[in-house]
């Protein structure tokens, strides 16, 4: 980490967290922040549900949820870019504070609730936003208030579809009320059938994703994993964050809300693996949740990961860890003999079982 990041890391820590990710968001705007370009090498290069990324480590939903910062963000080492998430109608969210700083467990909690611009606004800025090498994905979300929650899953799809690379289904952040009932099998599948309708009448379908939570039972997971096969989603994000405490060390660990960082990571990578031995290749998975370093990124694709998405981390390493990180996995298949990071993919599965 270059001194500036890590003087720019320390006055932020100062401030209220959510404060701080205000204004990291405006100093990426405003070109304040050194940025790393694109980080790639053919050994990197990865085909995601028919995307070329120009590696596997991407952006998690969640720090830009209004894609303000879109065009900085495909220039800072990430081999794709996921923004969101977004609501039919705008909405303010949960009351502040509602994001808490963990440093003792490396972690975060968050409770916003789906705190966004809404679906035409972002549609705006996205359809504004400079083409680039980076795939830009968008997380879908459903309003708080909603009589139709799986409906507004589709209609933010049709809103913002023509300007994103690819769209990820989420029912399955914790802080909107009773959303993750959305993960049930008959649920899941009429919410996913009416996106998937949306998705075919684009000019160009793009790839959907679906984003489970990890505190799922086995046999949630492989309800779930039956619905996406069924469904002809492109693949499955594992995982959004935890309700789980576990060992947690913070004075903060009681807030409610989800906990994402360090702590999530065996939870997460658990439900990765498990799901990569239920779908054996028939689709791709994103693994996410603790990934703070080369090993543990290396660990999600053996796993059975085609590619890994980072955030929390970044409260703590800054923005150039998606490049610390793209670099750190070229090292680990030159250490481990490996020619292509394709061919790692699932060869540690079983240990995660």
Not at 118 to 140: D, F, H, S, T
Not at 141 to 149: C, F, L, Q, V
Not at 251 to 256: A, S
Not at 319 to 326: E, N, P, T, V, W
């Amino acid at each position: 980490m270059r001194l500036i990041e890590r003087a720019g890391l320390c006055a932020l820590h100062r401030l209220d967290p959510e404060t701080a990710h205000g204004l990291s968001l405006a100093a990426l705007r405003t070109g304040l922040v050194p940025l790393a370009g694109v980080v790639t090498s053919p050994r990197l290069e990865t085909v995601l549900a028919g995307m070329a990324l120009p590696n596997p480590v991407g952006l998690a939903a969640g720090y830009d949820k209004n894609a303000v910062a879109v065009d900085a963000l495909t220039r800072a080492g990430f081999g794709f870019v996921e923004v969101g998430a977004a609501t039919p109608r705008p909405q303010p969210g949960n009351p502040r504070p509602r994001l808490w700083r963990l440093a003792e467990d490396q972690a975060v909690i968050n409770r916003f609730g789906f705190n966004n611009d809404g679906a035409e606004a972002i549609a705006a800025r996205l359809a504004a936003r400079r083409p680039g090498a980076v795939p830009v994905g968008l997380n879908l979300g459903a309003n708080k208030d909603s009589a139709d929650r799986a409906a507004d899953f589709a209609h933010v799809l049709a809103v913002c579809g023509a300007h994103v690379d690819f769209a990820t289904v989420n029912v399955s952040s914790p802080n909107t009320e009773k959303l993750r009932e959305l993960q049930g099998r008959a649920a899941l599948t009429a919410l996913l059938s009416g996106v998937m309708e949306v998705r075919d009448s684009l000019a160009h379908p793009i790839p959907v994703f679906l984003k489970i939570a990890p505190d799922l039972g086995t046999d949630e997971i492989a309800g779930i994993a039956e619905v996406a096969l069924a469904s002809g989603v492109a693949g499955i994000v594992a995982t959004n964050t935890t309700l789980a405490r576990d060992g947690l060390k913070s004075p903060h660990r009681d807030q409610t809300g989800g906990l994402s960082g360090a702590p999530l990571f065996e939870k997460s990578t658990r439900v990765l693996a498990q799901l990569s031995k239920l779908t054996e290749g028939r689709l791709p998975l994103i693994g996410v949740g603790g990934v703070s370093t080369p090993e543990q990124a290396w660990e999600k694709i053996r796993a059975g990961a085609t590619a890994v998405q980072v955030y929390s981390a970044m409260v703590y390493q800054g923005l150039s860890l998606a490049a610390r990180l793209a670099r750190g996995m070229e090292d680990m298949l030159a250490f481990n003999d490996f020619t292509h990071i394709r061919e790692a993919v699932g060869t540690g599965r079983d240990a995660w079982l």
